[in-house]
């Protein structure tokens, strides 16, 4: 009678996980054809993948599969939150990245870790003399064709979160103790060049023994961080224009809210899984530089075809005492740019494009190049060709 029990407790048991996997495999496709909780999961970036064209060729055959496999993976049912369960799992228990371009490091810190980017700050991808010489002749390229008509040229690098935070990495990605590219790049400019290269690290390292000036789950720094390095930029500002003094944080309102996770979170498919607070730093009893935009376009920028998203931004101030500028920044200046348009008269700022057309038409006292650390392991940016023809070059 126990023996009888016990096969038909098997049984029972041996059905119901039989029930359990099907239900497993069916709900998926039953889930993509209702269209339940299908699609790509905030922050992942991208176009879904699309259905690929059949077609009788050998080489259209052979890759059939593996498109089709990519369009299947990109809308089969309860996608977002089977998604959102194996990162968490991955992440929160076993300490594991979901995405090859993110470490995952002490304490919930994420990190950007695409090409070399841990390596450089390990000190383990280096520059050679020849790369070092490149960036030396781009920027004094520009350097000398803005001072040829009376401009000046400040070039400012920032830091990754991986440089400012290096013992918050996994102790297996400690540095080596040999110097960065950025620290590379500094060394050679100070004694082979006459341009400045801005090195905002020793204020942020100063800042972040009081508080966070990154963010856990994101590439960019915070608002604290931001204002850190606006002043030493505004304090370099300061050594030519005496009407530019930087602010005070006292002068603020820094306050923290809480959010939901930043861009490294997001390519982990957990945008939505993780909560950090977020420290803001507003303008307090005044309002920030006004911000007209298009209204203040010139002709010149009129006829460029910006990209949709990432055109133009003008900042204009009611002070004559103030310098203007063309400020040539990437995604790390929109938290600077409201409280370093307070010093500029007038200021234009172009997404990652070094424009002369719009240079030499706005004429300003100053071009500063913003840039992330990031783009020094890459090959150096080509100059415009009215620049390289300034230098006879082709």
């Not at 299908?38 to 699309?50: I, K």
């Not at 002490?106 to 870790?113: H, N």
Request: hydrophobic fraction near 40%.
């Amino acid at each position: 009678m126990a023996e009888r029990n016990r096969t038909t407790t098997r049984s029972i048991t041996d059905v119901l996980l039989s029930v359990v996997f099907v239900l497993g495999i069916a709900l998926p496709f039953v889930g993509k054809f209702l269209k339940w909780d299908t699609g790509l999961r905030p922050g992942e970036n991208r176009r879904r993948a699309r259905m690929p064209e059949f077609a009788f060729s050998r080489e259209r055959l052979e890759a059939w599969p593996g498109k089709f496999e990519d369009y299947w993976e990109d809308r089969f049912g309860f996608r977002k939150s089977l998604v959102l369960w194996h990162s968490l799992i991955r992440t929160h228990v076993f300490g594991v990245s979901t995405s090859s371009d993110v470490v995952v490091g002490r304490d919930g810190w994420l990190f950007y870790a695409n090409g070399h980017v841990i390596d450089d700050c390990r000190g383990m991808y280096p520059f050679t003399e020849a790369e070092l010489r490149r960036w030396q002749h781009v920027l004094e390229a520009r350097h000398d064709w803005l001072a040829s008509q009376g401009i000046r040229f400040l070039f400012v690098v920032v830091p990754e979160k991986s440089s400012i935070y290096p013992e918050l990495l996994p102790w297996h990605l400690k540095a080596v103790g040999e110097p960065s590219r950025l620290d590379q790049l500094i060394a050679h400019m100070r004694e082979h060049s006459h341009v400045r290269v801005l090195d905002v690290r020793p204020g942020l390292l100063g800042a972040k023994k009081k508080g966070p000036v990154y963010r856990k789950t994101d590439t960019h720094w915070n608002d604290v961080g931001a204002f850190v390095a606006y002043r030493q930029i505004a304090r370099a500002l300061s050594e030519t224009y005496e009407a530019v003094q930087p602010s005070e944080l006292s002068e603020f309102r820094v306050f923290t809210l809480v959010g939901e996770g930043g861009d490294l979170a997001g390519l982990m498919g957990l945008q939505d899984g993780y909560q950090e607070e977020r420290v803001h730093v507003r303008h307090r009893g005044k309002p920030p530089a006004a911000i007209p935009g298009e209204t203040e376009f010139t002709p010149v920028m009129r006829k460029i075809a910006w990209p949709r998203t990432r055109g133009p931004l003008v900042t204009i101030v009611a002070d004559d005492r103030l310098p203007t500028a063309v400020v040539v920044r990437d995604s790390f200046m929109v938290q600077i740019q409201p409280f370093l348009s307070d010093h500029f008269r007038r200021a234009v700022y172009l997404w990652h494009d070094f424009s002369p057309e719009v240079i030499v038409d706005e004429k300003p006292d100053i071009v500063i190049y913003e840039t992330v650390e990031r783009v020094l392991l890459g090959v150096p940016p080509l100059n415009p060709p009215v620049i390289a023809a300034a230098r006879g070059e082709r």
